[in-house]
């Protein structure tokens, strides 16, 4: 339970962070109004997380695919921030 726990808070909070952080610099738009989406988005994935790490299989599982969720995210931002994307 406590490894659902540490899924569900830290890992759903920053996996919902850096979703946040990618789409702001992803969508089309401007920056303000790109940024308001992405953090709206945001907080239903936070919530989306806390759910899944309750509802995967193991707790091993939920913190895998959180991080898996986290690192396609980072990973996004990181090429866009390469790619001379928007600041």
Do not use: H, K, N, Q
Not at 16 to 26: D, E, G, I, N
């Amino acid at each position: 339970m406590a490894l659902r726990i540490i899924a569900a808070v830290p890992l759903g909070y920053a996996v919902a962070s850096l979703w946040a952080m990618a789409l702001a610099r992803l969508l089309p738009g401007d920056r303000a109004e790109a940024t308001a989406a992405a953090t709206l988005v945001s907080f239903a994935l936070c919530a989306g997380a806390a759910m899944w790490a309750f509802a995967a299989r193991s707790g091993w599982r939920a913190v895998w695919t959180l991080a898996l969720c986290g690192l396609l995210a980072g990973g996004a931002t990181w090429l866009s921030i390469m790619s001379s994307g928007r600041l």
